[in-house]
């Protein structure tokens, strides 16, 4: 059963992400501040990471996707806004922002799910050869 | 000529413009200049035919040769002039010409009459011109200098020290009047000084509302942006508890918490719709608040033929659903390519055609084509859709205006759509008009077209702020 970190602050898209995922086989831990979600990851070592760009700053989700990545968190991170498109962030997943995805809020659960899907299955067959 | 920076440039005229058009300045006076030499050179010569008088015509030709060779320097030393406030800048520029060409003028004064000279008069139009870009103070000094050469000239000729020449064979009236003399010498530095006062205030006075007209629009320009800025994050905090709303209400929908009584179905259906409406205006806000809020444009080459095909393949799904026949034509025989910046231009045309579109009853048609013409490319979007009443196709740009027609359907609309297209396309250097009915009228579907115009290569653009996130 694939384990999925929703990091957010607004603990309503955390309950709501929750509900869809674990009624869809998913086991979901979740953190709503920096400090937690640092602590979320190292201990629970989650398969991927659904993060939410704006927190109590504007650009927590890329400190903490930074974090990740250079403490040597190699799973794949979907990264939610809601302002990409509209505020020229217009950062595909490239090397400055080390993730997989952007997806703008709100996600239809459906593309959420099948994102998640998605780079599981990507993730997996990278470290499976063959797969 | 050792004139300090402080005192040619005073505060009053630090501001880019200024530098400009004393550039422009400058360069008049030395293409007027040439023509004084020309004039001046043709009195020497003709004056004794045509006007049978008697004038020194070798010393006044050498006088106008004199000016014609300080200003060939005067002209190669132009191009070297910066538009900015440098070590040696336009107002230094300006002070040589002035000086010169005062110094000559005296001369020719006192080969043609000294202060009987019909030419004195030149003294006065000198000192206009010095005084509209000089500091007063400046041209005080010169005025003074100039006063005192020609009182001591004057004084000297009276007293037979110096010859005194005379351009008629007339009794001269240096010798018959002196009192007449001193009145004329009175009058003239009156005048000078007069002008001098008169023509500074009044540029010094235009040039300091043209800087606070400068300034004034600039700092519009910044408490537009902060508006901008202040709409984003309120818009932005307006934004996630909708979502949050919407992602419960889907699941919801999907029946994540079992099944749903059919009378509820509906209201539920008619929340999300309504919601995703909201989030709809929301992401249009945005969009419109970064299009103003970005000085500067990203540009580069971009492929003109591509995005119109992305932007159909994003929709191909709502046009074959309502069965509306989308077609585009292009004069040119490979794929257009212009200077633009991709995001922008995309986002123009998408609003363009989702607006055709939307406005369209199911069968119809919409085209675009693109005909490239010179330095430009021509974008028409037509459609046979609901059209336009002629009464509100001037106000069809402005935030938030619906057409009394589109706001009877029950299409969703948020008025903002035109304003962002308009925005992007001037800020593109473009420019854009409707035409209602468009030629794919028919009976009953008047239908609109809208023709954008773009620079195929862009002005040089001064790199602007561009948005930060």
């Known amino acids: 059963m694939p384990k999925v970190a929703i990091i957010d602050d607004d603990p309503d898209i955390v309950e709501a992400n929750s509900i869809l995922l674990e009624s869809n086989g998913f086991t979901v831990v979740s953190a709503g501040t920096v400090d937690d979600a640092v602590e979320l990851v190292n201990r629970e070592s989650p398969d991927i990471i659904v993060l939410d760009v704006m927190m109590q700053e504007p650009d927590d989700g890329f400190y903490l996707a930074n974090k990740f990545r250079r403490s040597g ?7 939610l806004t809601s302002v990409s498109k509209a505020i020229g962030f217009n950062f595909g997943a490239s090397e400055l922002v080390p993730i997989e995805e952007f997806l703008e809020k709100p996600v239809p659960p459906a593309v959420l799910l099948d994102r998640i899907k998605f780079h599981l299955a990507q993730a997996k067959g990278g470290s499976h050869a063959g797969h | 000529m050792r004139a300090k920076p402080f005192v040619l440039t ?25 023509g004084a ?23 006044i030709l050498m006088i106008a040769a004199a000016i014609l060779a300080y200003n ?92 005194h020449y005379t351009i008629g064979d007339f009794p001269h009236l240096l010798s018959s009047h002196p009192n007449y ?42 408490a537009e942006k902060a508006k901008s ?50 989030i709809k205006l929301i992401n249009d806000i945005l969009e419109l608040s970064q299009v103003r809020l970005s000085g500067g444009l990203t540009t580069e080459k971009v492929n003109l033929t591509e995005i119109i095909h992305e932007i159909y393949d994003e929709m191909r799904i709502m046009f074959t659903s309502k069965n509306i026949r989308f077609t585009t034509w292009t004069n040119a025989a490979e794929d257009v390519y212009i200077e633009a910046d991709p995001k922008l231009l995309k986002l123009a045309l998408a609003n363009l055609i989702s607006n055709a579109h939307k406005y369209t009853d199911p069968e119809g048609n919409v085209e675009v084509h693109i005909k490239v013409k010179g330095d430009f490319v021509f974008i028409e979007v037509a459609d ?75 002005p040089d653009i001064s790199p602007g702020e561009t948005a930060k996130a």
């Open chain 2, 37 to 59: 030499a020309a004039m001046l050179a043709g009195f020497a010569a003709g004056a004794p035919l045509a006007l049978h008088l008697r004038v020194e015509t070798v010393p």
């Open chain 2, 181 to 222: 003399l001193v009145l004329s010498f009175v009058v003239m530095v009156f005048a000078l000084y007069m002008s001098n006062y008169l023509a500074n205030s009044i540029s010094k006075e235009l040039y300091q509302r043209e800087r606070a007209l400068t300034q004034a629009y600039k700092d519009l320009e910044d």
């Open chain 2, 229 to 278: 800025r202040y709409v984003m994050s309120v818009v932005h905090d307006l934004k996630t508890p909708i979502a949050a709303a919407i992602t419960y209400l889907t699941l919801i929908l999907d029946k994540t918490f079992g099944p749903l009584k059919p009378e509820i179905e509906r209201p539920l259906e008619r929340s999300k719709h309504r919601l995703a409406g909201a």
């Open chain 2, 384 to 458: 046979d859709g609901i059209g336009i009443p002629e009464q509100e196709q001037s106000r069809i740009f402005e935030d938030f205006f619906r057409t009394s027609i589109s706001k009877k359907r029950t299409t969703e609309g948020t008025g903002l759509g035109l304003t962002i297209v308009r925005q992007i396309i001037q800020q593109m250097h473009g420019s854009i008009r409707l035409e209602s009915p468009s030629r794919l009228a028919r009976e009953g579907r008047p239908g609109t077209a809208f023709f954008v115009t773009l620079p195929r290569i862009l």
């Open chain 2, 10 to 34: 005073p505060q009053w005229i630090m501001f880019d413009e200024f530098w400009i058009s004393l550039k422009r300045r400058n360069r008049w006076l030395v293409y007027l200049r040439y």
């Open chain 2, 72 to 163: 060939l320097v005067l002209h190669r030393l132009l191009q070297t002039i910066p538009t900015t406030h440098a070590r040696f800048h336009g107002l230094h520029f300006a002070l040589i010409q002035i000086s010169l060409d005062i110094v000559a003028l005296l001369v020719f004064l006192y080969l043609s009459g000294g202060i009987e000279s019909p030419f004195f008069v030149l003294l006065i139009f000198h000192v206009i011109i010095g005084s509209l870009i000089l500091p007063r103070a400046i041209v005080s000094t010169i005025i003074t200098i100039a006063v005192a050469v020609m009182g001591t000239g004057t004084f000297m000729e009276f007293r037979g020290i110096i010859p």
């Open chain 1, 73 to 79: 968190v190699t799973v794949p991170i979907i990264m």
